[in-house]
């Protein structure tokens, strides 16, 4: 049967930018599956199409070519209905520059993709309860924006992308504005609900750091993947790292930095 076991098929997946002469191929044939529970991070420099694909994933843009199944069902053949569902609740975003709305507290920005598509308070209140808790942001929820720290305003936005229960998260760059201590103190929450609730999540990010957190990773250049690195069973984030660098270091000519 199609997709059985598979939470997210993306096949063969082509996002080309600009017109005739001036083409730019940021996808070129993307394919991939997630495994419910899987924190899967997608790694690559600075334009090699991260970005495009989660985006192409989240239906903010559409793809040249290819597809993207969720629980087996294209996406793109989604009546305005079941869109509505997917953005609004079966996926949750987060972003590097944490998308809050300043007007809006603490607590009012977790709540809004549940008042958007209509919620059950006692519900609401009691998850926003659990969230908030996991997350150290009890204190700060009647705060605005302006009034936390960059680490606070992450885990708010986490909440936030949680908050519908979504099938996944998908993560863009999100320790890319934070303090190392604060990326720190973010990536060991996802890890957590990854681990301790099962919510799978798909990451980009160009942090070796960030991505000794997944159980997997993806290396991304010029829109193609082109390698797959797996965190071994009982193998410590420190060993998993230095193996990142390593496969950096081979990738990049000598440098762990190039990614
Ligand atoms: N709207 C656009 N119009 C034209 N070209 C674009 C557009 N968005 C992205 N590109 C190009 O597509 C390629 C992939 O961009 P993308 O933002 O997906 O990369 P990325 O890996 O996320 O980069 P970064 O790590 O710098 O955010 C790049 O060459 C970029 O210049």
């Given amino acids: 049967m199609v997709g059985q076991g598979k939470l997210l098929e993306v096949q063969d997946l082509q996002k080309n930018y600009g017109k005739q002469d001036n083409v730019t191929k940021a996808l070129n044939g993307v394919s991939f599956d ?14 090699s199409g991260k970005t ?14 290819g597809r993207v199944l969720l629980n087996g069902k294209n ?3 989604f009546d305005s209905k079941d869109l509505a569902e997917y953005r609004g609740s079966r996926i949750g975003y987060l972003f590097q520059d944490f998308a809050l ?8 920005n977790i709540l809004l993709p549940l008042s958007i598509h209509g919620m059950d308070f006692a519900k609401a209140r009691a998850k926003l309860d659990d969230l908030s808790s996991f997350f150290e942001i009890t204190d700060i929820l009647n705060k605005f924006p302006s009034q936390m720290s960059g680490g606070q305003k992450q885990r708010v936005a986490a909440a936030r992308s949680l908050i519908t229960d979504p ?23 996802l890890e957590g609900i990854n681990h301790e609730s099962g919510r799978t999540i798909l990451m980009v990010s160009h942090d070796p750091n960030a991505t000794s957190f997944c159980s997997r990773i993806l290396f991304i250049q010029d829109g193609v993947i082109f390698h797959e690195l797996r965190r071994k069973h009982d193998e410590s984030r ?7 660098l390593q496969l950096m270091a081979q990738l990049g000519g000598g440098s762990a930095n190039v990614l």
């Avoid at 709305?101 to 009012?108: F, I």
């Avoid at 420190?238 to 990142?244: E, G, L, M």
Wanted: with cysteine.
């Fill in 34 to 47: 997630i495994l419910p529970g899987e924190f899967l991070g997608i790694m690559g420099p600075s334009g």
């Fill in 52 to 65: 495009t694909l989660l985006n192409c994933i989240a239906t903010i843009i559409k793809p040249t070519s």
């Fill in 75 to 77: 996406i793109s053949a």
């Fill in 101 to 108: 709305l300043d007007n809006l507290t603490g607590e009012e």
């Fill in 167 to 189: 099938d996944i998260v998908l993560a863009d760059e999100p320790t890319g504005a934070l303090d190392t201590r604060s990326a720190r103190i973010l990536m060991n929450k």
């Fill in 238 to 244: 420190a060993n998993y790292y230095d193996r990142i």
